[in-house]
């Protein structure tokens, strides 16, 4: 996301644009915005780690009359100027339509979460269930959270393969998280009993796209990170311009046979 913010800035070389990481930490992120707020910007662009304790300081912003884009994970309530992102239930439910097709409506799944907190976990959770619910055969056996993080992954599906001697998919919310989870059942030489679906698609050589094409995952879906679009409607709000206040970003399917 920051790389196609940074990308797309130079388009526009009237903004000047200062990132800060919060290295998923909540109270950090709120310590940001606070002293962006005391800066002086003319707006703000937040992916939020969470979306409740961040809820508080993106509405402090917004009734500043600053205007505020909100990118990928949502907050409470409706005090931002634009919120831009895929939809995460949505795309829960296309994967959970793959898993249904890949096991025949029948076996046992692994989902290994994402942050506890974020829309983007609960909704991705959420839209799979929905869609496995057509599957009476299909039963998660193991729900572990991984907090994004491929070597939490890895410690987690270790956990899972100790329990469970017939594991036939790991769904994971993100690339790394499935990524992770491979690579411990490889560790465990259990690769081949099961598939592995990501969500995410994000390309380079760490990415899920390579994962799919090399054959550690079976799938992933594309989650557009939002940056160049955030990018274009800010300079279209700084403007002056009107803009729509929800922008859903559109999703794919990735699998080796995907050109």
Not at 164 to 192: F, T
Not at 246 to 252: K, M, Q, R, Y
């Amino acid at each position: 996301m920051n790389a196609e913010v940074a990308a797309r800035a130079k388009d526009f070389p009237q903004m000047e644009i200062v990132f800060a990481d919060a290295q998923q930490d909540n109270a950090r992120q709120v310590a940001d915005v606070e002293t962006f707020l005391r800066q002086g910007i003319n707006l703000l662009m937040i992916s939020p780690n969470e979306a409740k304790p961040l809820t508080a300081v993106v509405r402090k912003a917004y009734e500043s009359r600053i205007p505020v884009i909100v990118i990928d994970r949502a907050v409470e309530g409706d005090t931002y100027t634009v919120f831009i992102g895929a939809d995460n239930r949505l795309i829960g439910r296309e994967a959970g339509k793959l898993i249904g097709d890949i096991l025949g409506g029948k076996g046992d799944i692994v989902e290994i979460k994402g942050l506890p907190g974020s829309p983007p976990a609960r909704d991705r959770s959420e839209g799979m269930r929905e869609a496995i619910a057509a599957f009476p055969g299909i039963r998660i056996v193991h729900d572990p959270v991984a907090n994004w993080l491929r070597e939490e992954a890895m410690t987690q599906m270790e956990i899972a393969l100790a329990a469970h001697d017939r594991i036939d998919l790991v769904y994971a919310h993100n690339d790394p998280m499935a990524i992770g989870a491979y690579l411990a059942a490889k560790a465990k030489g259990r690769d081949r009993e099961m598939k592995f679906i990501g969500i995410d698609a994000l390309p380079g050589p760490d990415g899920g796209r390579q994962a799919v094409a090399d054959g550690r995952l079976e799938a992933t879906f594309v989650y557009p990170t939002g940056g160049r679009q955030a990018v274009e409607l800010a300079a279209q709000i700084l403007a002056g311009e009107k803009v729509e206040r929800h922008v859903t970003l559109p999703t794919e399917k990735i699998t080796k046979a995907t050109k």
